[in-house]
């Protein structure tokens, strides 16, 4: 079994915040590319997540959630 990182929550919040896109790259200071890592579930760096937090004032746990999923080997 390996991690896996999802941002679901992360979207669920700009939903809740009326939030597009284009309005957390620019309060965050994020890149368009950044942005669609989020999107598929792709790492980023912990940097990139504590700027998201900063801009959102919220926690880590508020934007992502750590997972469980079946080696490829399974």
Known sequence: MQ???C???LFKLMID???KGHDL????????STYFKLQHDQPVSTQMLVRI????DCELWDIC???TSPSPRD
């Open 25 to 32: 790259r620019e309060k965050a200071g994020i890149s368009q």
């Open 3 to 5: 991690k896996e990182i």
């Open 53 to 56: 937090c900063c801009a959102l």
């Open 65 to 67: 959630l750590l997972y």
């Open 7 to 9: 941002y679901k929550k």
């Open 17 to 19: 915040r009326n939030m």
